[in-house]
Every structure is written in structure tokens, then in C-alpha cells.
């Protein structure tokens, strides 16, 4: 401790307020190279022999980046060819000031061993700090500090005897610090220069970034563009009332439109609408914008056209005549929107881009248009040498910069993913367009698992109630691997029954705050794809020690009820407990034991009292007005080796399945009950909100169409009517109604109580709900879990627990997390729907139109859950005559058909393989016959013909 | 990524220190001639000043007399210019009474009272600058003066702060540090008998980390009390050759 004496002692002070700091300046900092043999480094982490082939230096040599090189040339500096780097702290802390994505992505490079990247703490090193010089501003500072650091290097390196070639380059694209680095005696390039100085890695020169001196070469003089106004102006203005801050948002059908979302006060957002590429002013989607409004004259209704930036060419140049297409005379004014125009950028949030590269015609051209899966995403210039290897892949580009003489935004390449249409690459692409963290665990996060053999030991028993005596099993679908609730059901001395719901204990492993809870935090879910899973949390957990697999001894979070045989609840008891499940059972299997009557089992019996109970439970939810809704829901049945999809079945619901959703469904209520009465302030609960009444505008019109009448002033009312909504000799017609009530609901959120006052949930008809049964897959539960566990004293709180803001800033995290994964979700189904089609060829199939629109009929296939749009506009040639009326709604075609909700129709499916990045399931009409506009049945070859020569 | 990082992935804390290291101590004792004793105390950039009068006579009403002990009466203020923000502060605020009486708590702890029964010992601390642990520079200090006007105690007191970033604890806290959102525990120690004085948190802790944010601020009143300990000896050095000029 007295070693702090020793230290010299230096201030520092702020601009407004003078804040005093201390700096301790010390002797003990490494350099941390193998080589060395003045400092005292016991595990160094530069290596002795830092060889890359380089025409510039052919001496082994560490590398120091400055700040600029870090910020921009991450994907090389992330390239497992690129080691023993130097990263100094002033440049770590100017990045992390400046990027937060790059800051982390940095500080993995430093954490991963191969790479061999060196923290220099040179800010408190007693040779390498400097104080900021009057007159210099605190950049000349910084860059200053960085060519102290390297000049040390330099001398310091080659005073140890061992390594005398060994030196140090600096990277930087500053041509003054360059200049003055050499000055010093400091070998210094540009990252260019060096990285294409590397021999026998050509395609590390493609994962550049563009500085601004290049992207002014590559475009033409032009400018294109209005300047963007300085942050400061922007601030001003902004303070003024003259700009307006908001996020923007593209529009995905139209290249030239965008909205920008302006927050006003409280919930109220204003949009205003962007037209034309001037105006858009090289915005891209999610930046944060400054616009600036239009007069009153200037307001138009968005356009309905839909426009795709499909040339060819990468010219710059001005694409006045597409724009004239948006301006449509409007006779109605109540249709019009602000307009304005992005005057500068506040924050751009690129991110990398999944997309694929439109080879340039010119056959020698390096540089390509790269198009984005993400039709809301303008395209994106690249420069690369690989292009023809690179045609039909997947790829990941990223954007470096957008000038004002230049059309497009100018990127790199970053990595490949794989062939277009392949497996494992679509797969890639939706979960990283979806934004699902799904990397592999780090091994930070690892080593927080605990260590096997695991078992239950003395001190779990002491502190648990011990069950395993009882009876519980468990019941899952099929394949099922992490399991996370056991049922048991039991008569009591008394003859009342006593019902236990047992969870995985997953909050005993996973402690607060450490970097497993972060990774569990911020994944949120896990995301279930078509023959593919995503884990919230590592397998040891998921799959092995949370899962509640039978005739192991598992640790569990119980709740217990005492209920009388009509389920009702006498009383209610939470504990943490040792559980031994006997039989881990399917929901088929569950539903064979309770159905045969031979078997007398303990497992059996249980089951069956679960059953009765069950029902008994969900009559009365019924009762009380809860929905039962229907999503045509689809699951493949995989090929077990390839895995493609062989057949498609719709879900098919069991008794058992109902019997254990409805004790989920109340131990979730009365877990929310005790964490609300306990911590008023920031219980974790999950609210439904009832959806405004214009909601269900479409839902009555449909019925109505059948002279049908369904009530919507309350859940209990809705849920009445839509059971008496039936129709003889027309059975499916019920669940078509309740797919479209489905369609009229709201999402269902996680919120902190502290932070609102309605809790209700509509489609549960319950006044308090929350999700306590999954901890393996959600993590909103292993929250609720640690509440319960605090409520009960089985375990301690921690401040972030208690701190409403910091639970509702989860929350909103994990409602993104649950929706980004609904889509994904969806977005495998589509892809395995396609393969299916794909390999099924043509198909011809009955069908009910769920919605009629303007110029299409969308149609449900209930044999595949599929739907599907039939246009009856053609790009190419004119279309039929259409009109059509609201309010039915009805569509009539060509004066001879007319296009009712609910009807029967015949088409035929298959698949739209003309744009490659964008596969879809096209369907056509067959039945009812309509000359000119339905297809025939042989099919019609021709014009998939067509279609590749569009292509 | 808002907030500073306070400890970096190499271990260094914001002003260059390592996890439990201390910040840089000076002391002086007997800088007021007309006290009975008083000492001037700087940590790191938190300075204090403490003086101590009596025992004497306990002053005003009779009825607070102790008739088995004395009264230690402390009275705790910061200096207008002491904080970044310059602002009045006015003596009895809520938070200058708590921490005189925490003060008070800590000396009636250590000071062996019972030797002037029906007497007082009046402890005056002023922060000068503010940077982080007022209470434990305020402990420190006032321990010297004490020791200064020679009165019995038990032990040294020796105060400091600890704190817990990212499952790291860190000693005597810097005002950075301190308004970083983590838990901040002062804590009161008599070395020698490791018998704490006052331990003070502010915020919630998880119980798992207690131990390790307690064994932390336990080591830094140690370090603490060797330099205490050095300043006692070297001022009674200066003073008895003084004397024996
Ligand atoms: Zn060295």
C-alpha cells in the first residue's frame, strides 16, 4: 500500500465546472512482449516472433493502430491473420467514447488469446504520459500521446538484447501525424498501405474500409446532395423549433419515401413523410435525423406506387423521372402529411448488412453494387477483387461512409456467408437480419457454468424442501431436450388434493450480474427455428441440469397448491425444492395412460387427477371470458438426415396439452399475485392490453358478410359470440373467424409494476399475470423467479432487482428480443415452406380467402397453415378490370366474378424463384374460372420459362 | 455506453490505481496552536481539518453530563469552495447533523470516555475539498488530533471506503468512483483489535459480496493506520527535539 508514495501526482482539469482529478503516474506497467527482459510481465502477451510477410517491413513487428484505424478498419483488425497488436488506452478510451459496437468488438479481439492484442496503459505510465500543451486541442493531445507510446516502444524494444530486429509500426491515416511520427524516429504507414503490403492475402485489401480521401476518387464531382448541417447547428435549430429530431424509418416498398418518427410529449410521435432522393438526403434506415418541415403548400399523402431501385448502372445519376411517379394529383386533403427534409444526422446507427453483390458489367470493374435483403436498406458501393467468387453468396457488407457526389453509400466487404438458398446461410442471414445474438458462447460467459460432476449436495438439501418422493413427471412435445416444468397431483389424508407445478431452478445458477446473467439478459429468449434452436443460456444448463428429466435428482422452484376437487384453491405455498422426476412423458403418451384404462400407476393417477382438475380450471376461465384464439400454426417434419422438410402438419392439440398449459397458467397467476403484493414497485408482470374497438372493424364486417353478429364490448362477450358463430355444413368457418380475431389483438408486453397502472391481461381474462413456468427459454422468468425467491428468503436481492427504471429498461429489451424472435420464428417457417415447395414442385390445393384487398385476394391453405396473396395485377401486361367496395369487402373481377371473405377457391402453389434473395410462394388462381385471369390446369410452363429471363 | 469505466479490463482504476490500493496520504498534527490538538489530513485530493478542545467542563446546561464518562460533542461542516460546485452550506443541514453524529458514534466507540466523568470533548472537522470519502478523511483526521491533545484511546481509528465494481472490490474511493452508481461502504476500524468502530452502506449489496467488500476496507484501515502511525511517531520526534532545544 505505501507504494502509492512513490507515485508522482498530477492534475487535471475540466472545461466548465473545474473538476480536480488525481492521476497517479506508475512504474509497474509492462510492455508486455516475450522479448523483454526489463519489465517483470510474468505472462506476456506479445509474442517474440511477430512475423507477417510484408513488402513494406520485413522485420518481425508489433502493430499500433490509432484511434481513426481502430473505429474504421475493425473488420481487419478483427481478421485471425492480423496479431500482436498494440492497442494503446488513449486510443481504447476514444473509441469507446466514440462507438460503442466498435469498442466491444475490440475488446473481444483483446479477451481472445490467438489474437495476441496488447492493452498498453500508457495514460499512466510514467514515460508515456503527457500533459495537454496550451493552445492544442485535446485530438493534437491524443494523437501526440499515441506517437509517445510508439516512440517508447521503439526504444524500449530495442534495448533488450534478445530482439534487436523487433520493432513497432504505427497505422495511421492522418498525414500529419504520420509526418511527425517519422520525425521522431517512428516507423509509421497507412492502414492501406500496409494491409496491401501483405503478401499472400489478397483478400484482407477487400475488408478495407474507405477513408474519405478515397470515396472522393471513386464517385464523380457531382455533388448529388445538400450538405448536412454540423451537430451544432443541428442543436441549435433543434432547441429553436426550426428542425425536428426523429428516427427514420424507409419504407420497404418504395425506395424514394421514407416517414420520420418524431417523439413528441408523452406517447404522441408525429411522422413526417421524406420524398425523393434530395430530400431523403442520404438518411438510411433507423439513423437518427434533424428534418425540417415544408410549408403547409408542400403536403402531399404518401404515395401508393411501389418502386424498387432496380438499374442496372451505378452511375450517379439523378433519378428525376422516378420521382415523378410519386407526385399523384390528391383531391383529399384530410389524406395529407407533413413532408419535410433530412437537414443532417444526428446518430447513424449502420449496422452490418446481410445481402448479395450485383456483379458490375464491366468484366474488369473492382467495384460492385451490393443489394441488401433488407429492401429498406439503399444499395451499397464496394470495392472488391473477388466479385466473381462472390456472385450467388450470401454476404456481409458494411457501410464506411456516404459522400454527397455519390449515389449510393460507399462500404467493404466483410465476411461470406455461403451460397444463396443453402441452409445454414438463410439461416445465418434471418437470425443476423433479425438481430438474435447467436454466437457461441465466450468463454467468460463459460466459466461461470458450474463445474460437472454436479450433484445435489447436503447444503441444497438443508435449505430445500426435499420432494423427491413424489410423483412428479413431466409432459412436452416430442424431442423435447429442455424441460423446465414437472406436474404432480396427489390426495391428501384430508381428501383434498394437493397439485405442485415444479420449474427448473435456473435463477440457482445463474447469479445476478455476472457475465452469464448479462448474456442470458441480453439473448432474452430463446429463439426456436425450424429444426434449429437458439439457446438463451449454455446446453449444461438448458439441456442438462435446469432440464427436469426424469429419474434424476433436480433442483426446482415449486409452487404447491391445496385444491378441493373443484379446484379450488385452499391455499397456495411457494418453495424452493429438490425434485426426481419419474416419467417424462409426450403429450401422446400422457394421453394414452389417462385413456387406458388398465393402467394404475402412481404416474397414471396423477395424470388423471391433473386432468380432471384441469378442466375444471379452464371451464371456469372460460367462464370468466379468456379466448381461445387459433394461428394456423405449421411444424415440418424433418428429413432426419438432410433435414429438409418432407411434410407439413398442421399442430394438432391433445386434451393433455390443455392440462398443463392450464396449471402454468395458474401458477404464473399466483406467482404474480405474491410478487406484486411483495414488491409493489417493481414486479416483473406481463400485461395483454385490449385493443381499441376500430381493432375489430374487419373481424364484424366478415361476419356480418355471413349474417353472423359478433360482439366485441368485452372479452367475455367476444369469446361468447365467436363460440355461437357457427355455420352448418361449413365447419372450418369458426376457425377462420378466430384467425382473424387473432389478427385484431394486441402484443402482449413485460412491464415493471412500478412503472404502470393497468396490468390486465385481455386474452387471459386475468387482472395480474406474469411468466414464472419457462426460465430455461425466457428470461423474464429467472427475474420473476429471483422476486418470488426475495419474497420467500430463499435467496438476496441485489440493487438492480429493486430498481424499477433498470427493470423496465429490461423489460423493453426484452419485449424487442421476444417480437425480433416471433419474426424470425416466421421468417424459417417461410424459408422451409419454400424448400418444401421447392421440392414439391406444383401443386394444386383448396383454399379460403381470409382478406379481400384492392387488387388481391389473400388466401389460407388450412392443409400447410400457409397463406398466400393472389395479385390480380401484372407488371408486365394490363390488368383485369377491377372494383372494389369496402364494405363488404368485396372484389369484382373483369364484371364476372365477384370475391367474397370466406369463399372457397382453388389454386395452385409454387415457387417464385425469380428474385433470388427475395423467394416467395406464389399462388394463382384455378377456381372459381375466370377467362384471362385464372391459370389452367396443366401447367403453364412457359412462363416459369419467362421468369429466368427476367432474372 | 454512458459513464466512465471504472476499473479497466488491465486493472487500473481511473486515476491509475490498482484495485486496493490507496490514494496518496499526507498528514500533519498540531497545526493550530490555540487547541488542545488538531491535525490537517489529505487523501488523495479530500482534505480535512480537525481540532479538538477539552476535556473540559461541559459547557451549557448541566443535564447533558454524563456522570460516569465524558460527552464527545463533534460538530461536522465542508467548506463553501470544497466541492467542484460552489454552493452555501449552511451548518445543520441533514446531511452535516448525520454525519457529525455518525462521527460522534465512532469516537464515543474509541476514546476511552470513562476516565472524565461529567466532562466534554468538543471534535471540530471541516472538509477543505471534497473528493470522495469526507467521512474517513473526517475520522482521520480527527484520530490525530486527538491523539494530538493527548487523550486516551483504545487505538487508532482508521476510517476508508471501499467499493465494488464488477466482482472487484476497490479501496478508498475517489469522488468518481463514488457517484459511479456502485455501493459505497465506509467503514471505521481499530486495527489492532480489528473491532469495528461504524460500517456505513448506502446502497443495496448483494450478501454474497459482502465479505469481500468488508475484508477489502478492512486491509485499506490497516494500510491506513501504519501511515497514521508514521505521521504520530515522525511529529513526536519533531516535537521532542523541539523541546529539548
Ligand atoms: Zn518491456
Redesign the pocket.
Known sequence: MLKSKTFVKKTRSGSVLKIVREHYLRDDI????EI????K?ESPVLQRDACIESNLCPFPHYLIPDTNVVLHQIDILEDPLIRNVIILQTVLQEVRHRSAPVYKRIKDAIHDKEKHFYTFTNEHHRDTFIEREQNESANDRNDRAIRVSAKWYTE??SR?QSGAELRVVLLTNDRSNREKAEQIGVIAYRCEEYIKSLIGNPELVDRLALTSDDQNEISGSKLLFPEHLPLSKIQAGIKSGTFLQGSFRASTDNYLEATVFIHGEGDKTTEVLLQGLQNLNRAVHQDVVAVELFPKERWVAPSSVVLQDDQQNDEDTEEEEAEKKLKSPVLDTTMLKPTGRVVGIIKRNWRPFCGMLNQSQIKESTRHLFTPADRRIPRIRIETRQASSLVGQRIIVAIDGWPRNSRYPNGHFVRNLGGAGDKETETEVLLLEHDVPHQPFSQTVLSFLPKMPWSVTEEDLKVRADLRHLCVCSVDPPGCTDIDDALHCRELDNGNLEVGVHIADVSHFIRPGNALDQEAASRGTTVYLCGKRIDMVPELLSSNLCSLRSNVERLAFSCIWEMNHNAEIINTRFTKSVINSKASLTYAEAQMRIDDSSMNDDVTKSLRGLNMLAKILKARRIEKGALTLSSPEVRFHMDSETHDPIDLQTKELKDTNSMVEEFMLLANISVAQKIYEEFSECALLRKHPAPPPSNYDILIKAAKSKDLVIRTDSAKALADSLNEATLENFLYFNTLLRILATRCMMQAVYFCSGMDSDFHHYGLASPIYTHFTSPIRRYSDIIVHRLLAVAIHADSTYPDLMDKHKQSALCNNLNYRHKMAQYAQRASVAFHTQLFFKSKGILNEEGFILFVRKNAIIILIPKFGLEGTVFFENKDKPGPRLSFDSEGPTLTVEEQHTFHIFDKVKVTISLDASNIQHQKIRMALLEPVIPGVSVQLPEPEPEAKKQKLDR | MAGLELLSDQGYRLDGRKATELRKVQARMGVFAQADGSAYMEQGNTKALAVVYGPHEVRGSRSKSLHDRAVINCQYSMATFSTAERKRRPHGDRKSSEMSLHLKQTFEAAVLTQLYPRSQIDIYVKILQSDGGNYSACVNAATLALVDAGIPMRDYVCACTAGFVEDTPLADLCHAEESGGGTTLSLALLPRSENIALVQMDARLHQDHLPALMEAAMEACKGLSKVLDSVVRQHLQEVSVQTRE
Not at chain 1, 30 to 33: D, P
Open positions: 509492462w510492455c508486455g512482449s523483454c527482459s526489463e519489465c510481465d524500449h524494444l533488450s
